[in-house]
């Protein structure tokens, strides 16, 4: 099973609201991603964790804060945000060991930020 | 100049024919290489992945790489109206952390 869940499917805050969004894999992996998606482009990489620990920062505005509780959930912690950070935002895992690098992606959260 | 070349078409064709989906590369560190398909308000999903140069097979999906050209090939057989997607290719390098560098898609229709 290669199932990567994400809640809520869809979100609308206000940019004075502070939301999270979820993300649980129960795959064994030890590498979970963040991914930012706006309409017609790729998937642009925000954050990631390696064995619950952040690794990479894409020099991400502080509005968005990571947290890893353990090694099955990521959550993306979201305060004042701009209308510009409507997207649909994107959880990846791997099992984040060498030789495997085949990365996972959740359905995605949809966020309407008003 | 982009790292990963990939022409957002649209692409069209008829149900029934081969699709080739390309992306070309510049960085030679790029060791595995990844498509994804994409239907519209999902997550990507992941298609096939590969580690060396060759083609690999799964079902009616080859991938090819060219690793010499810096080149890699996704092709689709008897092509199915389901097959309408956003086709995204994606490659890493084996050092360092696990970044993926994604093309910008194309998109695909399946016509009936």
């Known amino acids: 099973d290669t199932e990567v869940t994400q809640t809520p499917k869809h979100l609308v805050m206000g940019m004075t609201n502070k939301k999270s969004l979820k993300c649980e894999q129960h795959m064994g992996h030890r590498a979970m991603y963040w991914y930012k998606q706006k309409a017609k482009k790729p998937p642009e990489l925000m954050f990631v964790?390696?064995?619950?620990?952040?690794?990479i920062n894409e020099s991400v505005p502080s509005r968005f804060s990571p947290e890893c509780p353990n090694s099955s959930l990521l959550n993306l912690h979201l305060h004042a945000l701009q209308p510009e950070d409507s997207a649909l935002y994107l959880c990846a895992s791997s099992l984040g060991q060498d030789g495997s690098y085949e990365q996972y992606f959740g359905p995605g959260t949809r966020l309407t930020v008003t | 100049q982009k790292e990963v070349e990939q022409d957002p078409g649209p692409l069209s064709v008829p149900e029934g024919a081969i699709v080739s989906l390309n992306c070309t590369y510049s960085?030679?560190?790029?060791?595995?290489f990844m498509w994804y398909r994409q239907y519209s308000r999902k997550g990507p999903e992941l298609l096939m992945y590969t580690y060396s140069s060759g083609n690999k097979e799964d079902g009616r999906f080859t991938a090819q790489v060219d690793k010499s050209s810096k080149y890699i090939s996704l092709f689709i057989r008897d092509s199915q109206p389901s097959d309408s997607a956003t086709y995204l290719c994606?490659?890493?390098?084996?050092?360092?952390?696990?970044?993926?560098?994604f093309g910008q898609g194309t998109r695909l229709t399946i016509n009936p």
């Open positions: 994606a490659m890493g390098r084996y050092q360092g952390a696990q970044k993926l560098v």
């Open positions: 960085n030679s560190a790029f060791q595995y």
């Open positions: 964790y390696s064995y619950e620990k952040l690794s």
